[in-house]
């Protein structure tokens, strides 16, 4: 299987967005609830606004992140009338720094 990087210009995902949020942290819970939330304000609304993220220990994320544009996919697994299931692309993230 032969995949493409994830990079902006693979998806579609151009948009430069205005660095309105820093977010200390980068870990599951804040990517999958906060930058979630961010991003369906982005798309949904006129928020426009893109999200700094600070690395606050060694082990963290942020190269990963860098590496892929900012970009990561969101699995969701649910109930709602019936079971659901999706897989969304997420770019609020607009720079990724580590502070170490």
């Known amino acids: ?9 693979n998806t579609g995902l151009t948009q430069e967005l205005p660095i309105k949020v820093i977010q200390f942290g980068e870990g599951n819970f804040l990517r ?3 930058d979630y939330i961010i991003d369906k304000l982005n798309t949904e609304t006129n ?5 700094a993220v600070v690395q606050p220990i060694s ?7 860098n590496e892929q544009d900012g970009l990561y996919t969101l699995f969701m697994k649910g109930v709602k009338k019936r079971k659901f299931r999706r897989n969304d ?3 609020a993230f607009k720079k990724e720094l580590i502070l170490i």
Do not use: P
Request: aromatic share 14%; no cysteine; glycine share 8%.
């Open 1 to 9: 299987m032969n995949h493409k990087k994830l990079y902006r210009i």
């Open 32 to 34: 999958a609830f906060v």
């Open 47 to 51: 928020f426009n606004a893109g999200v």
């Open 59 to 65: 082990d963290g994320m942020v190269e990963m992140l």
């Open 89 to 91: 692309l997420y770019a």
